[in-house]
């Protein structure tokens, strides 16, 4: 009986070593990830350090280092260290000194003001706002790493609010364009520049609000057309920065933010900032660079899409396209016997709906184009087609 008892508590030891020794070769990992806290990624976490293929952003008085690995990102925080290690040693200050100046307390003192900008190609050119360079007598572009250049104006387009910048210094890095007619709303972007003109580099992130924006033009910005709404934080300075999806590529330029309503802003607002796509950027620069302005197709119209609501209020014949609410003397939609009143339905075979750019219908062209315009005239209810010869855009217009 006793060695029957002591066979039996020997058999229990091995068993129970043997299914301790399988619970720590094959779940002790487990069981350790179980109990381990969350890594978390704080804003003290150190920066990582800069290398010739990768430059990184740094503090302008704390240099700090990252870890390779990238730990998960707290529960509604965007990780945005992706984006930044690849475009922002490629974001500037741009300084303009003002053609004008100020008598300030010691003399006559030049007048500045400050934005941002994106290197977009190694040869030296940077795209910014119009606003930023508008006026200048100089520029000078600071890098990410603080090291100072003169810049020289390529050329503007006012209509778009761009501009290009070349500078004959070595550049640190190029940041590259992504593709903005694929952004959705709830896409997380990132957002770049030199905030209030003194903290260079600022980064912020949120999502895309919306897209195909437009926001009317008052007594101090143009009419802005299809542009990219975001809740990243923009202030004054971070004009011409980038916006950027996570993986660092260009989406978007930032241009503007809206923080109330009406003529005294007694509805504030907070998140409603603005950039233009980067497809529009990419045209437009391109243009600059290789003609030193943008060369814009001109139609000569004045125009209000048309709505169901519109429609019903004018009595229109048509619920969709373009009412013609004024015609430029002269031009080619005067030449081609549109007036006000005339309604568009189709540009070039393509129907018109209320969300469609006629600017961007237009640039799919070049000056002296013969395009097609399908119409209704005022008071007639059947269409007809017109030839239209498209004319360069006149200045200020």
Known sequence: MLRAVRIFFASLLVILLVALTAVSAAGGAGIASFFQPQSVALVSQPAQAASPATATITAPSVNQTLDTQSPPAQAGVIDARTAVRASGPAVVTVVNQLSNSNQG?????????????????????????????????????????????????????????????????????????????????????VAIGSALGDFANTVTAGVVSAVHRDLDANSTTPSMKDLIQTDAAINHGNSGGPLLDLTGSVIGINVAVVRGTGATGTDVAEGLGFA??????????????????????????????????????????????????????????????????????????????????????????????????????????????????????????
């Open 276 to 397: 233009i796509p980067s497809n529009t950027a990419q045209k437009i620069s391109s243009q600059i660079i290789t003609k030193g302005y943008v060369e814009r197709p001109f139609l000569g119209i004045s125009y209000q899409p048309i709505t169901r609501q519109i429609a019903a209020y004018y009595n229109l014949s048509r619920d969709s396209g373009l009412l013609i609410t004024d015609v430029t003397p002269g031009s080619p939609a005067s030449s081609a016997g549109l007036k006000a009143g005339t309604i568009i339905t189709e540009f070039n075979g393509t129907a018109i709906t209320s969300d469609m750019s006629l600017m961007e219908l237009l640039m799919a062209y070049k000056v002296g184009d013969t395009i097609k315009l399908t119409i209704v005239q005022p008071d007639a209810t059947t269409e007809q087609t017109v030839n239209v010869t498209l004319a360069q855009r006149p200045p200020g217009q």
């Open 105 to 189: 307390f010691l003399g006559q003192q030049a007048a500045t003001a400050m934005g941002s900008g994106v290197i977009i190609d190694s040869a030296g050119y940077i795209i910014t706002n119009d606003h930023v360079v508008e006026g200048q007598q100089s520029l000078q572009i600071i890098f990410s790493d603080g090291t100072k250049t003169a810049g020289t104006l390529v050329g503007a387009d006012p209509f778009s609010d761009l501009a290009v910048i070349k500078v004959t210094s070595k550049v640190p890095a190029v940041a590259h364009f992504g593709d903005s007619d694929k952004l959705e709303p709830g896409q997380p972007v």
